[in-house]
């Protein structure tokens, strides 16, 4: 640019800038890097970035359910079939769509089907390994939750539910934490004790967590009434020392006096007397199947939710087991981080020695490789806000690099077809042209990389997104730009 | 390059396409051969056929890790430079993998350690070949919209499927295995490949002038894409094998092999359907 005669002035400046792509791309870059926020905190760089498990301290589990969803075809009525099939399987049995049933338990087709063959109960349509949307939800609740508890800020759970809403995995990130502590979270359990009220707010042990067999998910009892519930399933000897100390405490004769308090991790998480009618029935006999009511409405659908955590003690609806795992120590983290960026900058001073090799005018390669960097800049400004910088990030952004390069040198050319002609309407019709190919081009790439960007092939969506964000921010920003620059720069 | 010009005015498209169908050929069977022994065109890794991998750093020789590590399936070893070290496992049940890991922690506490699952692996197996061929179905149906005329678009199209054919044979050669980044790489390398195709194709057909020149001026600008493309994934496969950054370093070795292939099938495969579909048509008129 700073040839001889042919000195950029401040007038030449202020009319490419005054070009509203050109203005546009330097607004955006200028936005990219303040969202970027390079600053020093006590002494050291910091940004905005953020790093994935790749390039910092960190552990990622794979969870796979072990569970199945069956789609069915049958003349029984769905209540009478899940609680057949409860008791057939030893499983817990929910229905999750009008006509698919997710079986807690990892049970195969042959099982299942001799199972409905034997209570006569029609086909199984479909067979899945994974549960229901919901179901993964809830699993993400209690992961997160636990996490929280953990205080480690900087974790992710994500289901990864197939096209068909099934989800098979999940997935947990957890940055600065070791692997034996990741696996921690995930298979410890909370301290979860029933206790009833004695005189005054004195209370005393009824039974702990073990003896609840199983939890239900809320639900409405009777259905329709609208009031909100969670049941749940004692033991026999957990039924046995509810009736005991029921009777003992007089909570059969007095519910209103005698609350039955549930407590996690010596917590009061729900506090309700016994019904009347359970009351009755429990001074009969020991108890097995409650319901635990929480009112009516959405607040008290929020609070069965939470009950429902609560019940299972931060136990998994679903079990689940380690389908891959992986851990990054701090000291190699830090080394990714260094060789990513060292990668990066050695990537752009070779293009740029080619580039210069190729057309020896430093008024076309400098805009060139300069357009080429910041658009790596402007992207990480937008990825800071989608996506984590994980090492197959990196590799996108690098990619884009190349593209990015590609497509650059296909305007230059394409305006400096058959020498330079001073005329700014043919440079116009081939910018137009090399834009077309441009844009024939990047279709390809974003329809290439598209399908793993909505896939769950967990650590490569980075890459595609990356390219497909890179690609669009290409087209739509630094190329126009270029293309004005250049014409600006050719036709001086 | 200097002193080298592109004339292909003296070679009839059979000539062109000789020397890529030869090597199409070779590379078809050998994904077959490869297919018959390991089940998939390109011997999977960890990823996808389950196992555990481990980078680290330290002054033990392969040997002394082998010792260290005997009794546990150990693949490879790879070695980088400062001492860096790459260790694959094959897939073991849970109680050893357990054991593993705490042996890991305990001599090489600062290891980078990643485990597949065998069924996981599978799982993730199918949904990368899904994503090929969605990327595959994608890519030509955009060509074809584009160009709405049916033998440069199947040019095009082909010339992505011989990249790729090429590319894979070429990855079992060089050990590289199929795994999550290479299968990346691949994808990347359908949007890499068409690039000089589409840019071959719009200037052959929609601009004015005769065929040689068109063609002349193309490879100008395609090559000088690929080779800049090239430089900047030659600079990050450099460091990135010095620096033992594998999982980058296998994406740019695969869009290395890539692109060297794509030249050829680029500027002799496609560009040679394209001259005989010129030619052909130039043929006809009414007299």
């Not at chain 1, 934490?177 to 995930?186: G, Y």
């Not at chain 1, 076309?364 to 990480?380: C, F, G, K, T």
């Not at chain 1, 020498?419 to 019709?429: D, E, H, Q």
């Not at chain 2, 003296?10 to 050929?25: E, L, Q, T």
Request: proline share 3%.
């Amino acid at each position: 640019m700073l040839q001889g005669e042919r000195v950029v002035n401040i007038a030449d400046l202020k009319e490419i800038v005054s070009d509203w792509r050109v203005a546009l791309y330097l607004v955006i870059l200028v936005l990219a890097i303040i969202s970027i926020g390079p600053h020093f905190e006590d002494g050291q760089f910091k940004t905005n970035l953020q790093f994935g498990l790749d390039l910092q301290e960190g552990s990622w589990l794979q969870l796979d359910f072990q569970s199945v969803v069956i789609g069915i075809d049958t003349d029984k009525p769905i209540d009478q079939l899940t609680a057949d099939l409860k008791a057939k399987l030893d499983a817990d049995v929910i229905q999750v769509a009008p006509s698919k049933l997710e079986v807690r338990k990892l049970v195969s087709k042959e099982e299942l089907t001799k199972a409905f063959d034997s209570l006569q109960a029609g086909k199984i349509v479909t067979y899945e390994q994974g549960v229901s949307k919901n179901t993964a939800d809830d699993v993400k609740q209690i992961l997160e939750t636990k996490i929280n508890a953990l205080g480690t800020k900087d974790a992710k759970v994500n289901t990864l539910t197939g096209m068909n809403g099934i989800t098979r995995y999940i997935r947990v990130e957890l940055a600065g934490v070791s692997m034996k502590q990741a696996q921690d979270v995930v298979g410890k359990q909370g301290k979860f004790e029933i206790r009833v009220q004695t005189t005054g707010n004195d209370t005393e042990h009824v039974l702990f967590g073990d003896s609840i067999t199983s939890v239900g998910i809320p639900s409405q009892e009777p259905a329709g009434s609208g009031v909100w519930g969670v049941p749940f399933t004692l033991s026999e000897t957990g039924a046995n020392a509810l009736r005991n100390a029921s009777i003992n405490t007089g909570a059969v004769t007095d519910p209103e006096r005698h609350h039955l308090e549930m407590v996690l991790d010596n917590r009061t998480v729900f506090s309700a007397p016994l019904s009347p009618d359970l009351a009755a029935k429990i001074q009969r006999d020991p108890i097995r199947e409650l319901l635990a009511t929480t009112g009516k409405g959405t607040s008290a659908l929020n609070d069965a939710k939470n009950l429902e955590i609560h019940l299972r003690a931060g136990a998994l609806p679903v079990a689940v087991v380690i389908a891959g795992s992986g851990s990054v120590s701090a000291t190699l983290g830090e080394h990714f981080k260094v060789m990513s960026i060292l990668a990066g900058i050695v990537a752009l001073l070779f293009l740029a020695i080619m580039i210069f090799y190729r057309y020896r005018e430093p008024s076309i390669v400098l805009p060139m490789v300069l357009i080429n960097a910041s658009e790596i800049i402007i992207l990480l400004g937008i990825a800071r806000f989608v996506q984590q910088l994980d090492l197959s990030a990196i590799a996108g952004l690098i990619a884009v690099l190349g593209t990015g390069i590609d497509q650059l040198v296909i305007i230059t050319d394409e305006i400096l077809h058959e020498g330079k002609v001073p005329s700014p309407n043919l440079y116009l019709k081939r910018l137009t042209r090399a834009l077309a190919i441009i844009v024939i081009s990047a279709a390809t790439v974003i329809i290439a990389m598209l399908p793993l960007a909505v896939m769950s092939l967990s650590t490569l969506r980075g890459f595609a997104i990356i390219t497909i964000l890179g690609v669009l921010v290409g087209v739509l920003v630094t190329r126009p730009a270029y293309g004005r620059i250049i014409m600006y720069i050719l036709s001086k | 390059m200097g002193p080298f010009r592109y004339d292909i005015s003296r070679y009839s498209p059979i000539k062109m396409m000789a020397v890529p169908i030869v090597i199409f050929v070779i590379a078809i069977i050998s994904l077959g051969v490869n297919t018959a022994h390991t089940g998939l065109p390109v011997t999977p890794g960890i990823d996808f056929s389950g196992g555990t991998a481990v980078t680290l750093f330290t002054g033990d020789s392969a040997d002394q890790i082998r010792t260290y590590f005997s009794g546990f399936p150990l693949d490879s070893i790879g070695e980088g430079v400062n001492n860096g070290k790459y260790i694959k496992f094959a897939a073991m049940n849970d109680a050893k993998l357990q054991e593993l890991s705490a042996l890991i922690s305990q001599r090489y506490p600062d290891a980078k350690v990643d485990q597949i699952g065998e069924s996981f692996g599978k799982t993730l197996q199918e949904q990368a070949i899904y994503a090929l061929i969605f990327s595959f179905i994608g890519m030509s149906i955009v060509v074809f919209i584009a160009f709405r005329t049916f033998v440069p678009s199947v040019a095009v199209v082909l010339s992505a499927i011989a990249d790729m054919a090429m590319t894979a044979a070429a990855m079992n050669v060089f050990g590289l295995t199929l795994n999550l980044p290479t299968t990346a790489a691949l994808l990347m390398l359908i949007g890499y490949s068409v690039d000089s195709d589409i840019l071959l194709t719009m200037r052959v057909l929609k601009r004015q002038g005769k065929f040689e020149e068109k063609i002349e001026g193309a490879f100008r600008t395609g090559i000088i894409m690929t080779t800049a493309t090239l430089s900047a994934i030659i600079g990050m496969c450099l460091v990135t094998y010095l620096g033992q950054v594998q999982v980058i370093y296998e994406i740019s070795m695969v869009l290395i092999i890539g692109l060297l292939f794509d030249i050829m099938n680029t500027w002799l495969t496609n560009a040679g359907i394209l001259k005989w579909y010129v030619t052909r048509r130039e043929g006809r008129e009414y007299r």
